[in-house]
C-alpha cells in the first residue's frame, strides 16, 4: 500500500465552481499535512499547512480526519489561474516525507 | 515564507561530463536538505536527503557515486550529477526544512537537465 494515495483526476470544473480533494495516507504516526501548489515545469509551493483544527485561507480550506487518515483541500468559487496539480504531503517522521502523486485541476471559462 | 534559491536554472550538458546544482537556503538555515527529480507529468521521486555535515541518505535505486551530494553548511547543498548520460535527462528540484519552521519544505526553482 502506498504511504499516500490521491485521485490524480484530471478534474476539470467550470470557473466559480467549488472543488474538493482528498488525499489518504498509510502511517497514523504521521504528524503534519501539507497542500502543495506546482504549475507545469514549475517547484511545487507550499499552498497551507494542515492543522487538527482545520485551516482556511480565503477560497481554500484544508481540513484533517486523523480517524479515517486523510486530508482535504476545498477550493471555493474556482479562479483560472487555480489550474494546477495539487500536491499532498505527509510528514511521518522528522525527515521522511511522502508526497501524492498529485491531482490535476483545470479551471474552465 | 522561506527562500530556497537553485543554480543553474538549465544545463545542456554532452554525454560523459559531470553537473554541478547548488541549492541554497537564502534567508534561514536549512539543517535538511532533499533532493528530487521530477519526469514530464510524474510526481516528484526523492533522491536523497541530506543533513549538513554528514553523509546523505540515498533512496533505494538511487546510486549515490552517479548523484554525489554535498552539504558543506547549513545553506548550501550540492548534487553533482557524474558521467551525465542521455537518460539523466530531468527536472531536478531541491527542498529545504530549516530549524523551527516546523515541517514545511521550501522548494528551489529546480534545474532542468538535458543531456545529449
Known amino acids: 500500500r502506498k504511504e499516500v494515495e490521491q485521485d490524480p483526476g484530471p478534474f476539470n470544473v467550470p470557473e466559480g465552481a467549488t472543488v474538493a480533494f482528498n488525499c489518504t495516507y498509510s502511517n497514523s504516526a504521521s504528524q503534519s499535512f501539507f497542500w502543495y501548489r506546482q504549475d507545469c515545469r514549475k517547484e511545487p509551493k507550499l499552498l497551507m499547512s494542515?492543522?487538527?483544527s482545520g485551516n482556511e485561507d480565503g477560497r481554500f480550506t484544508a481540513q484533517l480526519n486523523r480517524a479515517s487518515q486523510y486530508i482535504s483541500l476545498l477550493i471555493r468559487d474556482s479562479k483560472l489561474s487555480d489550474s494546477a496539480t495539487y500536491l499532498c504531503?505527509?510528514?511521518?517522521?522528522?525527515?521522511?516525507?511522502?508526497f501524492g502523486t498529485g491531482t490535476s485541476l483545470t479551471v474552465i471559462p | 515564507g522561506a527562500v530556497v534559491s537553485q543554480h543553474p536554472s538549465r544545463v545542456i550538458c554532452k554525454s560523459g561530463t559531470s553537473v554541478k546544482i547548488e541549492c541554497r537556503s537564502l534567508?534561514?538555515?536549512?539543517?535538511?536538505m532533499f533532493w528530487y527529480r521530477q519526469f514530464p507529468k510524474k510526481s516528484l521521486m526523492l533522491m536523497a536527503t541530506s543533513n549538513e555535515g554528514s553523509k546523505a541518505t540515498y533512496e533505494q535505486g538511487v546510486e549515490k557515486d552517479k548523484f554525489l551530494i554535498n552539504h558543506a553548511s547549513l545553506t548550501l547543498s550540492t548534487l553533482t550529477v557524474t558521467s551525465a548520460h542521455p537518460e539523466d535527462s530531468s527536472f531536478y528540484i531541491c527542498?529545504?526544512?530549516?530549524?523551527?519552521?516546523?515541517?514545511?519544505?521550501?522548494f528551489g526553482p529546480g534545474t532542468r537537465l538535458t543531456v545529449t
Open positions: 494542515v492543522y487538527s
Open positions: 534567508d534561514f538555515q536549512a539543517t535538511t
Open positions: 504531503v505527509v510528514n511521518a517522521a522528522p525527515d521522511q516525507f511522502y
Open positions: 527542498s529545504a526544512r530549516g530549524r523551527g519552521l516546523s515541517y514545511e519544505q521550501y
